[in-house]
């Protein structure tokens, strides 16, 4: 009986691989099973014999497959349990180490400033990298003969588009769209065309700030800079203004911070004990009209924070070509430790 030697043959199996000759040898394409088909002349049987035959082959074709299965079961099982057999897990190899990704220094000052910024019920806006002229200059009080132009080099596209040289450029953007009062943050990627050196980079990370509602002053905008410098660099901080000039401001400010490393005696670092920090001032009224906002309703202010150069200063990198030079070394640094 076919049935009886197979059951002997499997009774008697240690390895896969024989179970695997003993499934060829019945089951295969000339299986012993397989070949009773093939051998039997089907023309010499009646109706109610094919019928016999078909029912009694696949009982047979069924019977094998499942010890085959049963068996290749127990053999699996035998191997996990007895370690004589055969051992699938090594718990005695030792571990390799995995390096552990990192995010970006500008990645961690941009989340960490949008925290700080919804605190303060800012909205975080997303921007184009590629702008339209209006956008990038006209629209923020850059006219086209404007002297301002010069002081941003800027990669011209095709079709009056510029890579944005700052992220100003989503203010009437962000004003037509959500109107007055506003208070949002617009972080991202910029672009000048400049000589790379150790402080200077053709493609950096600003964020943009703009707040307008009724009766802002210069003391809101010192009031929101003060507590995002404190959480920032998590102490209290002295800052003062100076006069800037900036088209889309008016008064324009630098707004710089009392040096942490000498405590405003003067350093190395800082030189006069102060540290140009952001640019910021009162929102133009032409910027507010563009925006489509009533400038004798409303008044705002609006600060663009060097993202890269606060990730510089946070985390004492001295070189700004570290943070595009896409140097693992270099990103490992900011790894979480474990
Ligand atoms: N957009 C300016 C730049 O890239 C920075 C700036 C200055 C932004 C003053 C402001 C501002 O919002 O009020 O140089």
Request: glycine share 8%.
């Amino acid at each position: 009986m076919i049935q009886d030697e197979l059951l002997k043959a499997l009774a008697n199996v240690k390895t896969l691989n024989e179970i695997e000759q003993i499934r060829i040898q019945y089951l295969g394409r000339k299986g012993i099973i397989t070949n009773l088909a093939k051998e039997t002349d089907f023309s010499k049987l009646s109706p109610e014999e094919k019928k016999n035959f078909g029912q009694k082959l696949n009982q047979l074709k069924n019977f094998a497959t499942d010890q085959i299965q049963e068996t290749l079961n127990r053999l699996t099982a035998q191997n996990t349990a007895t370690p004589q057999v055969h051992r699938l897990i090594d718990l005695t190899v030792s571990g390799s180490a995995c390096s552990l990704g990192a995010l970006h220094p500008i990645s961690m000052v941009q989340m960490e400033l949008e925290e700080i910024f919804e605190g303060m019920g800012f909205t975080v806006l997303d921007s184009p990298e590629a702008e339209t002229e209006f956008n990038n200059f006209e629209s923020i009080n850059i006219p086209s003969d404007h002297p301002a132009r010069d002081m941003q080099d800027t990669f011209w596209l095709k079709n009056d588009m510029v890579l944005r040289t700052h992220t100003s450029s989503n203010q009437v953007r962000a004003l037509k769209r959500f109107g007055a009062p506003f208070r949002g943050i617009f972080p991202g990627r910029c672009f000048r065309y400049e000589s790379i050196d150790p402080s200077h980079e053709n493609t950096f990370y600003q964020c943009e700030g703009l707040m307008v509602d009724r009766d802002i002053s210069v003391a809101n905008l010192i009031g929101v800079m003060k507590t995002l410098l404190s959480e920032v660099f998590k102490r209290d901080v002295k800052v003062r203004l100076r006069p800037g000039f900036f088209p889309f401001v008016e008064p324009g400010f630098e707004l710089d911070l009392n040096c942490l490393f000498c405590g405003g005696s003067g350093c190395p670092t800082c030189g006069d004990g102060w540290i140009e920090l952001i640019p910021c001032g009162l929102t133009h009224p032409k910027v507010l009209e563009f925006g489509g906002i009533n400038p004798n309703e409303f008044s705002g202010f609006a600060f663009g924070l060097g993202l890269t150069r606060l990730a510089m200063m946070k985390y004492g990198i001295r070189d700004i070509r570290y943070f595009n030079s896409g140097d693992v070394r270099f990103y490992e640094q900011f790894a979480p430790i474990i």
